[in-house]
């Protein structure tokens, strides 16, 4: 919601605001590894920080996030786009 907010933001200032969607579950391990994983982590008396939950996401199911963001620029190519500010 905060990147849709920010692009109307954007457009309503006189710019241009562009989502990228990418259609990736999560971190595409499935719901029941999700499950497990915030369960581990509400347990635990850590934080919320992102290299905290891709070690946990390991240590539960065994595998890394597979998500391809690399993919997420391709359509800012197409579109011209060569900068973002």
Same mark, same amino acid.
């Given at each position: 919601? /905060?990147? =849709? &907010? &920010? +692009?109307?933001? #954007?457009? %309503? #200032?006189?710019?241009?605001?562009? =989502?990228? /969607?990418?259609? %990736?579950?999560? @971190?595409?391990?499935?719901?029941?590894?999700?499950?497990?994983?915030? @369960?581990?982590?509400?347990? $635990? %008396?850590?934080? $919320? *920080?992102?290299?905290?939950?891709?070690?946990?996401? &390991?240590?539960?199911?065994?595998?890394? *996030?597979?998500?391809? /963001?690399?993919? +997420?620029? *391709?359509?800012?190519?197409?579109?011209? =786009? $060569?900068? =973002?500010?």
């Amino acid at each position: 919601v /905060y990147g =849709i &907010e &920010e +692009c109307v933001r #954007a457009a %309503q #200032a006189g710019g241009c605001g562009l =989502i990228v /969607y990418a259609r %990736q579950e999560g @971190n595409a391990l499935g719901e029941v590894a999700k499950f497990l994983v915030h @369960n581990a982590r509400a347990k $635990s %008396q850590q934080g $919320s *920080d992102v290299r905290q939950r891709e070690e946990e996401t &390991e240590r539960v199911t065994g595998a890394a *996030d597979v998500r391809l /963001y690399e993919l +997420c620029a *391709d359509p800012l190519l197409w579109l011209g =786009i $060569s900068r =973002i500010h």
